[in-house]
């Protein structure tokens, strides 16, 4: 069975600071790995989508790569800004379907 | 394009009683699926409906049920509610290859069983 980890849980940084949050999942035999955001009490907001032939994406200030041998993924923030403030998960789709297992987020407040 | 759409957001029912909830794709997406995100468990997949077919299922008691119409709107139906049931239910839609493409979700229903 598909285990996704997110460390860590919980991840407060000043304004301005570069980060990155990670994401390891135990079954390397993934279509794709999908990083979301979600604001409290709010839906999920799909941030990239990295396909498993690929090694990173990028969008804006944000930098996803993925290494499918370790298990691992990482998601990159350039320059935070405390609208960042969000819950970040991690998602992989399960072997020959549409729907995700998704990790435990890493809660990020960036401090003004 | 409009995004995914839930209806309603909140709802407050009580132990036993029976509860409805919707979720309409972005145009053209043909599947649908339904998660459960609660504190202590995070987010669950519930199941996901494809062509008005379930193509899978997640480990949740028979209580809850789901189906879609030719639109490929769908709805969710939890039976004999729990206070254990109080939640966030998300709707997520796709076009429906597996696994290859990005799902898109909705701003949720917030169930809360009292």
């Known amino acids: 069975k598909q285990e996704v980890t997110q460390i860590p849980a919980a991840l407060s940084v000043p304004e301005g600071e570069n980060l990155v949050l990670n994401c390891s999942f135990t079954?390397?035999?993934?279509?794709?790995l999908q990083w979301f955001r979600q604001d409290p009490g709010k839906g999920l907001t799909s941030l990239l989508l990295?396909?498993?032939?690929?090694r990173e994406q990028t969008s804006g200030r944000l930098n996803a790569s993925l290494d499918k041998s370790s298990g691992r993924s990482t998601l990159y923030i350039a320059a935070s800004q405390p609208g960042d403030s969000a819950t970040y998960l991690c998602a992989v789709p399960l072997p020959g379907a549409n729907n995700l297992f998704f990790g435990t987020g890493t809660r990020l407040t960036v401090i003004p | 394009k409009a995004g995914v759409t839930q209806t309603p957001r909140y709802l407050i029912k009580t132990r036993g009683q029976q509860v409805t909830l919707s979720c309409s794709p972005i145009s053209g997406h043909r599947s649908v699926s339904w998660y459960q995100q609660t504190p202590g468990q995070g987010l669950q997949f519930l199941f996901e409906y494809f062509s008005e077919t379930q193509r899978n299922k997640g480990n949740f008691p028979g209580r809850f049920s789901g189906r879609q119409f030719s639109n490929s709107r769908s709805e969710m139906n939890v039976s004999t509610l729990e206070l254990g049931d109080s939640a966030l239910y998300l709707c997520?839609?796709?076009?429906?290859?597996?696994?290859?493409?990005?799902?898109?979700f909705g701003p949720g229903t917030r169930l809360l069983v009292l």
């Open positions: 990295i396909q498993s032939s690929q």
């Open positions: 079954d390397s035999a993934i279509y794709n």
């Open positions: 997520a839609s796709s076009t429906g290859t597996s696994g290859k493409e990005t799902q898109y």
